[in-house]
């Protein structure tokens, strides 16, 4: 008896005038040379077509439901309609931008959740687009909270983490000035990003005890108070509770210290205070290779860590390296089957 077909991946059409369509097109060309899991993609076939053409890809496309996508994905690149015009040109967002990224975004969730779908692979949006349409949520990671939590009825806190083979980070915070971070950041709001983290590395990345080494806030975590107060009084205070709850939590841990090789080898993930703190080590490491992943969502979300590059769109010069771990990371993580973390 033939084993069941795993099921495919939902690819996010993203900013249809960006860089996504480009990188989705170029991937499934390769398929087969970088062995590549089936995925669809949530677009219009007639605007693939168009943008194929555009960057000279012989490229057939099929209109498919997700349960299909599997089979028609070795003879053409699978697409679910989304029933909306897409009529972008690359480097230029229009009047259909906006629907059509929302849309391939809420089909993508609803496919996972029915079980049509493995995971949710999301190309690129530009927020500015989504705004001046109207769009509420501060970005990708908050719509996917809601829509999940619409869907569960049960409360979703997202937590965003950048992973590569090389070094995985969390931001606490994320896209705050600097002068904010200070009010913002809490010992409850450490506790609950390193909860969650120290969770989800269990159930989807199968590390039985996930170390988290959590990065002080101020120059040599604070020197006990002589360069800031926070790192004694907030950032300490959230280790040893996590480290009460049974998870492995080191620091405040001086940031300057933090990401070379041998510090690397000792953690699994670093807990950031802030987002330049998080991202400008692992973008130096693994520019091409990083994955953004969604954790605490009831469903595996991966995602480029680029943008919409739209300086580039359209001119068959993009990198697909992203892209490409995304999906192969978004496979592995539908594929695993999750642990649970020791009692403490």
């Known amino acids: 008896m033939n084993a069941?077909?795993?099921?495919?991946?939902?690819?996010?059409l993203g900013e249809a005038a960006g860089i996504g369509p480009d990188l989705t097109l170029t991937l499934w060309l390769k398929r087969t040379e970088l062995n590549l899991p089936a995925f669809y993609i949530l677009a219009a076939a007639d605007f693939l077509r168009r943008r194929a053409g555009l960057l000279n890809l012989d490229i057939p496309v099929?209109?498919?439901?997700?349960?299909?996508?599997?089979?028609?994905?070795?003879?053409?690149?699978?697409?679910v309609e989304l029933g909306l015009r897409v009529g972008a040109a690359p480097g230029r967002p229009d009047e259909t931008s906006a629907p059509a990224a929302i849309a391939s975004i809420r089909r993508a969730v609803a496919d996972v959740l029915a079980g049509r779908a493995a995971a949710v692979v999301t190309n690129p949006i530009a927020k500015n687009?989504?705004?001046?349409?109207?769009?509420?949520?501060?970005g990708h990671t908050e719509f996917l909270a809601a829509l999940a939590a619409q869907s569960?009825?049960?409360?979703?806190?997202p937590v965003m983490m950048l992973w590569s083979s090389e070094l995985a980070v969390v931001p606490v915070t994320i896209h705050l000035p600097l002068r904010a971070i200070f009010a913002h950041l809490s010992t409850d709001l450490i506790v609950e990003t390193g909860r969650i983290t120290a969770r989800d590395l269990a159930a989807r990345f199968r590390i039985p005890r996930p170390r988290l080494a959590v990065a002080a806030l101020n120059p040599h975590a604070g020197e006990d108070g002589a360069m800031g107060e926070e790192d004694r009084d907030v950032v300490a205070p959230a280790v040893a509770a996590l480290k009460?709850?049974?998870?492995?939590?080191r620091g405040p841990l001086p940031a300057d210290t933090l990401f070379h090789a041998a510090a690397r080898a000792g953690y699994d993930?670093?807990?950031?205070?802030?987002?330049?703190?998080?991202?400008?080590?692992?973008?130096?490491l693994a520019f091409?290779?990083?994955v953004n992943v969604t954790?605490?969502?009831?469903?595996?979300?991966?995602?480029?860590?680029?943008?919409?590059?739209f300086d580039i769109a359209g001119s068959g010069r993009g990198d697909p390296s992203s892209l490409l771990a995304a999906i192969k990371l978004a496979a592995r993580l539908a594929a695993a089957k999750p642990i649970a973390m020791p009692a403490p």
């Open 244 to 249: 009460a709850e049974g998870i492995d939590a």
């Open 269 to 284: 993930v670093a807990l950031c205070m802030y987002h330049d703190q998080a991202l400008i080590p692992i973008k130096t």
């Open 129 to 138: 687009v989504l705004y001046r349409s109207g769009f509420a949520e501060p």
């Open 288 to 290: 091409d290779r990083a």
């Open 4 to 12: 069941p077909r795993a099921l495919p991946l939902a690819v996010t």
């Open 295 to 309: 954790l605490g969502l009831p469903f595996v979300r991966t995602s480029p860590d680029h943008g919409t590059a």
């Open 152 to 157: 569960t009825q049960r409360p979703v806190r």
């Open 62 to 79: 099929a209109r498919v439901e997700p349960e299909e996508a599997a089979d028609a994905f070795a003879r053409a690149l699978p697409v």
